[in-house]
């Protein structure tokens, strides 16, 4: 129910703007995590269906978060990108009938190269 895209090899210093297609049902919060070579899978960001968002503490500024509703999906543009960005992206969603659902993305590979 969730298709991610938008990843690939990017230089350091380029942008990136990864999308999520959700389908099937009425999401509520959308997010992205990420997870990095040899690391635990991390919350990058969140977006409530009303556009609230909220951005984890390790996460600098060079992240936004955005989401269509008219589309159901949820997207994440990265500028200024860093080697300690590369990592597997996730997109995340919970339905509006469901507080407990959580369904996810198949994940999208950011390489940063130097």
């Known amino acids: 129910q969730l298709q991610a895209s938008g990843g690939g090899l990017v230089q350091v210093g380029g942008s990136l703007r990864l999308s999520c297609a959700a389908s099937?049902?009425?999401?509520?919060?959308m997010a992205w995590y990420r997870q990095a070579p040899g690391k635990q899978r991390e919350l990058v960001a969140s977006?409530?269906?009303?556009?609230?968002?909220h951005y984890s503490d390790s996460v600098e500024e060079r992240f936004f978060i955005s989401r269509d509703n008219t589309k159901g999906a949820v997207y994440l543009e990265i500028d200024s990108l860093k080697p300690e960005d590369t990592a597997v992206y996730y997109c995340?969603?919970?339905?509006?009938?469901?507080?407990?659902?959580?369904?996810w993305g198949q994940g999208t590979l950011v390489t940063v190269s130097s």
């Open positions: 995340f969603a919970r339905t509006v009938f469901d507080d407990r659902s959580a369904y």
């Open positions: 977006i409530s269906r009303g556009g609230s968002t």
């Open positions: 099937g049902s009425v999401f509520g919060t």
